[in-house]
């Protein structure tokens, strides 16, 4: 490749960037691949309208014009969809008679899973990355936006944005670990005798009205799945954050590209769906995303979104299972916690001051219970 300085341009559509060339760099992770960033524009989910304008960059080297690096970002008029809250910083820099909006978000929207984000040319990560790094800052300084934010990092890209000025922020999930585990059984031998009997009645109580739950991926999926799927999101959605982010059409055009990613789980009770879950298959990781029902059944829920996941993954040969946002319940049923990572630049000097303040505070709040949850943890005692 020819030496030459890096250079960045904008792109307000991930339509406008080769896919080849984009996911050549993603390490195969789903969430960032150009079909799923894709599906969210393309069906309008993600738009200027629902307060994500696509804003991606493009770093090329300026005497070839070739591409070394990409980073999916948007310029967003609220902070929904994100997963690492700052409501309360917005409102206390408004109060101070400031504008936090717009601000510029580098994240998977609506999807709080840890990505590759400072996607780079091989032979070319250090260089590459801390030149997208020093672009977001570049351009949050001449927009005039009040700050930048990356959620759901990588640790090794957190550490190295703390090292241009971002401050790291952290917070904490649950995913379970494949032990090489030749069974469900043998994972369950791991337990501890309540634990592992806790599960195993659970398991049972799920299924014991005669509902039976299907796996269903790739090409068996169809769209009668996705209509019966999305009546059950739709209900979840409106229960917890009161309007679903998704669309009916983003589930129609993943199914189009990206279908041998999708893993559905749809449980069944007299030939009819009643509820089902939704993941996605990464390279060594199995990925919770949704679940929704349209009949109340005690436990289907652990066993369409996390044990029918660890017998998947297990049978698999993947080593890990992640079950999305939240959720200590999931430290009974097996899975750990586990530090993520976010980077913000924020650019007025006296809100950024007050902000490490509280980050210092809140990353020894996360440490402490991780710590005190990661000693409560069902396995048996070694």
């Known amino acids: 490749m020819t030496e030459g300085p890096l250079v960045a341009e904008f792109v307000d559509s991930i339509s406008k960037i080769n896919?080849?060339?984009?996911?050549?760099w993603t390490n195969g992770n789903p969430f960032v691949s150009h079909a799923f960033l894709n599906a969210l524009e393309q069906s309008?989910?993600?738009?200027?309208?629902?307060?994500w304008q696509p804003y991606h960059i493009i770093l090329r080297n300026s005497q070839s014009g070739v591409p070394v690096g990409f980073m999916p970002c948007y310029i967003k008029s609220h902070s929904f969809g994100e997963y690492v809250f700052d409501h309360a910083w917005a409102g206390a820099f408004e109060r101070a008679g400031g504008n936090y909006y717009p601000k510029l978000q580098s994240s998977v929207p609506f999807t709080p899973v840890?990505?590759?984000?400072?996607?780079?040319?091989?032979?070319?990560?250090d260089q590459v990355q801390s030149a997208l790094?020093?672009?977001v800052q570049s351009l949050v300084e001449k927009t005039?936006?009040?700050?930048?934010h990356l959620t759901f990092l990588q640790k090794k890209d957190a550490k190295l944005a703390e090292t241009h000025g971002y401050m790291v922020r952290t917070d904490q999930q649950f995913h379970w670990q494949n032990q090489n585990y030749v069974d469900f059984k043998?994972?369950?031998?791991?337990?501890?005798?309540?634990?592992?009997?806790?599960?195993?009645?659970?398991r049972q109580i799920a299924l014991s009205t005669g509902i039976e739950i299907e796996q269903i991926n790739g090409a068996d999926i169809t769209e009668g799945h996705w209509d019966h799927f999305f009546e059950?999101?739709?209900?979840?959605?409106?229960?917890?954050w009161g309007q679903p982010y998704l669309n009916r059409t983003f589930f129609s055009l993943i199914n189009a590209s990206m279908a041998e990613n999708i893993l559905l789980f749809m449980c069944k009770r007299d030939g009819k769906y009643i509820a089902g879950a939704l993941n996605f298959l990464g390279p060594d990781t199995l990925y919770g995303r949704y679940w929704g029902c349209r009949e109340e059944q005690p436990c289907l829920h652990f066993e369409a979104c996390y044990y029918r996941a660890i017998d998947y993954a297990i049978a698999n040969g993947l080593s890990y299972v992640?079950?999305?946002?939240?959720?200590?319940?999931?430290?009974?049923?097996g899975y750990s916690p586990v530090k993520t990572y976010s980077a913000h630049w924020i650019t007025n000097p006296d809100f950024r001051d007050a902000i490490s303040r509280f980050l210092v505070i809140e990353r020894q709040e996360i440490d402490a219970d991780i710590d005190y949850l990661s000693a409560r943890t069902p396995f048996k005692s070694k």
């Open 44 to 51: 309008g989910c993600v738009a200027a309208e629902t307060g």
């Open 19 to 24: 896919a080849e060339s984009w996911n050549g």
């Open 144 to 148: 005039g936006l009040s700050s930048a």
């Open 114 to 125: 840890t990505t590759p984000r400072l996607l780079a040319a091989p032979g070319m990560a």
């Open 186 to 202: 043998d994972f369950l031998d791991s337990l501890s005798s309540r634990k592992r009997k806790q599960i195993k009645k659970e």
């Open 322 to 333: 992640e079950a999305g946002a939240q959720g200590p319940h999931k430290l009974a049923r």
């Open 133 to 135: 790094l020093n672009a």
């Open 232 to 240: 059950f999101y739709q209900d979840t959605g409106t229960r917890k």
